[in-house]
């Protein structure tokens, strides 16, 4: 998930004493595996790792980051190695109809 804060909202909770305590409380309740914050395009930003099990959860994620912070979030799946041992088989079939 990468997420990129508006300036305005941004600075508005970063001069709040209890930034880290919300965003640790975050982070907690959409259960982040982990995150790293940094610039995205010259605003702060966050990586932050999570296991979205299905799309329905995206709402419920998502929304605080709109809410609080005014960012732009965007989703990017990845798998992990024992994903894409499960994907082989799929991969295969591609290949031998469009490989």
């Known amino acids: 998930m990468k997420v990129k804060m508006s300036l305005e909202k941004g600075n ?17 309740q959409i259960k982040a595996e982990t995150a790293y914050f940094t610039t995205i395009c010259g605003h702060r930003g966050a990586y932050i790792v999570l296991n979205i ?9 998502s929304e605080p980051f ?24 799929g991969i295969g079939a591609a290949v031998q109809k469009w490989g």
């Open 12 to 28: 508005e909770a970063i001069r709040d004493p209890q930034f880290g305590h919300k965003m640790h409380e975050l982070l907690t």
């Open 66 to 89: 709109f809410l609080w912070l005014g960012a732009d979030v965007d989703y990017v799946p990845v798998m992990s190695p024992e994903d894409l041992a499960k994907g082989g088989p």
């Open 53 to 61: 099990n299905d799309a329905s959860e995206i709402p419920a994620i």
